[in-house]
């Protein structure tokens, strides 16, 4: 939806989007001048941007966070393609936050792919674990709600990749420089990397 913002800013830049999942080899595959990538991992042969990075918190309906403040809730949870990037996500929170919902057997509700989990959160239907980038929308609309916010585990970041030296093409100087403002637009500057 923000695409169209760079369109204005940059009217002769036209931009090709490919969404499929497998990692392309930048350095083999010369058509292509910026990959997002979202990974826990480093990429020391590419030139990287850092656009922010997630944090995995509990969210529910308003009325379901006030319930679960009172009473175990129903658990919403997602089965990730790449499990490694949310390996025992539930298990972490719980052990940070100090509830023993897993261990009381609670009703878990699973789903493929994690926008249908969020809609069953947004329906009343049990809190979720999820990305704050995710939910940043519908916790600005109030369709969501943190539960215990001080509460959350690490997930991945979000980086834009391109071959070292590519970046000073003009063209991709202007998409980078444009990621770059609307990661800080919507409130998601990159944490400090070590």
Not at 19 to 36: F, K, P, R
Request: charged letters at 15%; aromatic letters at 10%; proline letters at 6%.
């Amino acid at each position: 939806p923000r695409l169209g913002r760079f369109y204005a800013q940059h009217p002769g830049i036209n931009l090709r989007l490919d969404t499929q999942c497998e990692v392309v080899d930048l350095q083999q595959d010369a058509s292509i001048d910026v990959a997002i990538r979202y990974s826990q991992d480093g990429y020391l042969n590419l030139h990287g941007l850092c656009l922010f990075d997630e944090r995995f918190a509990v969210y529910g309906a308003p009325q379901q966070v006030a319930l679960a403040r009172q009473q175990p809730p129903s658990l919403i949870s997602v089965h990730w393609r790449n499990s490694r990037l949310y390996a025992d996500g539930w298990q972490a929170w719980c052990a940070q936050a100090g509830e023993n919902w897993l261990d009381a057997q609670l009703p878990i509700r699973s789903y493929d792919e994690e926008q249908y989990a969020l809609q069953a959160a947004i329906a009343g239907q049990g809190l979720v674990l999820a990305s704050n980038i995710l939910v940043s929308q519908s916790v600005a609309n109030g369709l969501l709600q943190a539960y215990r916010p001080e509460v959350q585990v690490d997930g991945a970041g979000y980086s834009a990749l391109c071959v070292p030296g590519r970046e000073r093409h003009p063209p991709v100087r202007a998409f980078l420089q444009w990621l770059q403002q609307e990661a800080l637009l919507a409130g998601h500057p990159p944490l400090a990397r070590s």
